[in-house]
């Protein structure tokens, strides 16, 4: 079962930008769909942003247009960048993996916090 790090979370400034990263532990040439959760205190879990194998992107209204995802099989990894953060986009965010439309693997989350 692939293994899923994310990184790049952290504290910005309302407006700013930020770069996520996942990386997987071996080929996602063959996974169907990965992307990108978050879950902010009290709230529910929202998908963000998915990409699949045939480089099909879909992303959640309130991101869209000031978010891309892409994916890098040759480097395993799957990219979330966010700009015109806002005080909103604060979660813990965490990569997924989809395949046969099973979640087959999800990293350990990596915190963002835009401050206002």
């Known amino acids: 079962q692939v293994q899923l790090v994310e990184s790049g979370g952290g504290l910005v400034q309302a407006g700013g930008s930020l770069r996520l990263s996942c990386a997987a532990s071996?080929?996602?040439?063959?996974?169907?769909?990965m992307g990108w959760y978050r879950q902010a205190p009290g709230k529910q879990r929202e998908l963000v942003a998915v990409?699949?194998?045939?480089?099909?992107?879909n992303y959640a209204e309130s991101v869209k247009g000031r978010s891309t995802i892409f994916r890098d099989n040759a480097e395993n990894t799957v990219t979330l960048q966010m700009f015109s953060l806002k005080s909103e986009d604060t979660a813990v965010y965490y990569c997924?993996?989809?395949?046969?439309?099973?979640?087959?693997?999800w990293g350990q989350g990596t915190q963002v916090t835009v401050s206002s």
């Open positions: 997924y993996a989809v395949q046969n439309g099973v979640y087959v693997s």
């Open positions: 990409v699949t194998n045939g480089d099909s992107r």
């Open positions: 071996e080929s996602i040439f063959n996974i169907d769909a």
